[in-house]
């Protein structure tokens, strides 16, 4: 019987031969396999010489479940040149050879020639240490992990939770220790290299200070635009908390050069890098639907920013996405793992543009969704306040990604009081609704507006900053009236009825013409006979019209035949 000189036989301990290794010290190497000189190898029969499975070990490190799928995956671990590296897998890959091979690329041991060794082996390995492989909890979304919040928030790849006054947890578990030495509720963000979560999760992370941000977003005060911008970019971890509230989009729109972007990358500072771009957290219309779905799905309950709808390629498509983004649920699409489920995500879209983005929507169907803010964020454009705002994005894109953390720690801390948080926006919401009349767009705007009361409130408080929250979104509110009442359709509809009426009152039975002679007078009937009766003076409080009238709308406006 052929025999090997044994550096490890199944059966025995791992961290006998690895010591060091990134990975539990109670994991063996499963009967009938052998570790040589790092190569390894399974004896099928005592009869039989030793078959090589893989040049190298490879171990299974842990198994990870996702949170909202539940869906299990392999974290891997195998030896290259010395080193160890590392991969999580759905598990279903690694019991599949034509799925594991697809692994090589990433330099796991594993082709075409091996494969078939490799799958039984994994099995036997997590079937030997199933009592031992530690267990964790994986996702692949950002944001709340769980409906009470006591999963923590995901921000990029750091589990964020409330410890103590004044004390933020910000665990980032994706580095060498092993997966038992992580704490029994870690939850770890996992996103596949091949579908760009990575590089998206990668812009979360922090940089300068504090401080130096505080300072520079203190110097806003007086610019409610740029406020209410980053009031919005505060809301979306509200919305999970908040479920009457709808996802929703605020879009600064204006000329070149009036302060769009740099009010962008003051709202995206609390989050992330407030860079435009593949580094950044801010990305542009040329973007595509899918990759724009995926980034949303992604980031859960984070701003969604999106700079210059002229970049779009196709203009005709921005009000659809818009929609689409609005609706808070992607389609489920292929992917390297089979079909990826449909996503959905809670956010707030935040973009920039010339024109007013429901100028773009002949359908108006976003009319009810989008808050259109026109004109410049910091109000003028001179030398003075292009000075100010010159150094206020140079601060913000070199202290960032501070106060997003804190904020929902702070949420995480009080989670026991959501209720309390709710009721506190009911009560904003009915007098936003109060404010917005009998009009049926601003009523729907009326909860958007309380949801950025709400995060405006706790911004300026967590922050210490100077001013009102509801100070700045009144001054909001009040610019855009106007294209409100344009973009109620009844109501717009209703005026247009009106002029017409006003353009043709003497076809009207009571403010009729009449004929008059000498003899006497008498009535002048319109050539097209009579629209309906439309009392005279100014005392009148109807129009009427007989029901056998049809009302259209054209390019020449509206038509009564």
């Not at 991969?87 to 034509?98: D, L, Q, S, V």
């Not at 929609?323 to 699409?333: H, I, N, P, T, V």
Request: with cysteine.
């Amino acid at each position: 019987m052929p025999t090997l000189p044994d550096t490890l036989r199944g059966g025995k301990l791992l961290a006998d031969a690895f010591p060091d290794a990134p990975f539990s010290d109670r994991l063996i190497l499963p009967l009938g396999y052998w570790l040589t000189a790092g190569r390894l190898y399974h004896r099928y029969a005592d009869d039989k010489p030793p078959r090589l499975v893989s040049p190298s070990l490879i171990v299974i490190a842990g198994r990870l479940i996702d949170i909202k799928q539940s869906v299990v995956w392999w974290l891997l671990y195998w030896r290259v040149d010395g080193k160890w590296k590392r991969r999580i897998i759905p598990r279903e890959r690694g019991c599949n050879a034509r799925q594991l091979v697809e692994e090589s690329k990433y330099d796991l041991d594993v082709t075409s020639s091996n494969v078939g060794r490799v799958v039984p082996y994994l099995a036997a390995f997590e079937s030997s240490n199933r009592a031992n492989i530690p267990t964790r909890k994986i996702t692949q979304q950002m944001g709340w992990q769980s409906s009470t919040g006591d999963e923590g928030f995901m921000w990029g790849q750091r589990q964020i939770k409330y410890v103590a006054e004044g004390d933020v947890l910000s665990s980032n578990f994706q580095d060498n220790a092993a997966l038992s030495a992580w704490p029994a509720d870690a939850v770890v963000f996992h996103a596949d290299a091949d579908d760009g979560a990575s590089a998206i999760a990668d812009a979360f992370h922090a940089a300068g200070t504090y401080d130096a941000w505080r300072d520079a977003v203190a110097r806003c005060a007086g610019f409610p635009v740029v406020l209410v911008t980053m009031y919005a970019a505060m809301v979306p971890p509200l919305l999970p908390i908040l479920p009457d509230v709808a996802n929703f989009i605020l879009m600064l729109g204006g000329p070149t050069s009036a302060g769009k972007t740099s009010s962008l990358m003051v709202a995206a500072s609390p989050w992330g890098r407030p860079e435009i771009g593949a580094e950044g957290m801010i990305h542009t219309w040329d973007i595509t639907r899918v990759a724009l779905e995926r980034t949303a799905a992604t980031q859960h309950c984070i701003p969604l920013l999106i700079d210059d709808t002229k970049r779009a390629k196709d203009a005709k498509e921005v009000p659809q996405t818009v929609y689409d983004l609005a609706s808070g649920k992607g389609r489920g699409r292929g992917s390297l793992d089979g079909i990826r489920q449909s996503t959905q995500w809670r956010t707030v879209m935040i973009t920039t543009g010339e024109s007013p983005l429901t100028s773009a929507d002949e359908a108006g169907g976003t009319r009810g969704r989008v808050i259109d803010i026109f004109g410049s964020p910091f109000g003028r454009t001179d030398a003075e306040t292009g000075k100010l705002v010159a150094e206020l994005t140079a601060t913000v894109r070199e202290n960032y990604g501070h106060a997003g953390p804190r904020y929902v720690a702070m949420l995480h801390g009080c989670r026991r009081d959501w209720d309390r948080v709710r009721k506190r926006y009911a009560e904003l919401h009915r007098q936003w609704r109060e404010r917005a009349g009998d009009n049926r767009i601003a009523g729907r705007l009326a909860a958007y507006f309380a949801a950025l009361e709400l995060a405006g409130r706790m911004t300026h408080k967590l922050f210490d900053l100077r001013g009102d929250a509801l100070e700045n979104l009144l001054a909001v509110w009040g610019s855009i009236q106007t294209d409100i009442e344009v973009a109620d359709p009844a109501k717009r509809a209703l005026a247009q009825l009106r002029s017409w009426a006003g353009s043709h009152a003497a076809e009207f039975w009571g403010r009729h013409e009449m004929h008059e002679t000498r003899e006497n007078s008498s009535v002048k009937v319109p050539m097209r006979g009579w629209m309906g009766a439309w009392p005279d003076g100014d005392g009148w409080t109807a129009i009427g019209f007989y029901p056998n009238k049809q009302i259209t709308t054209g390019e020449g406006g509206m038509i009564v035949t």
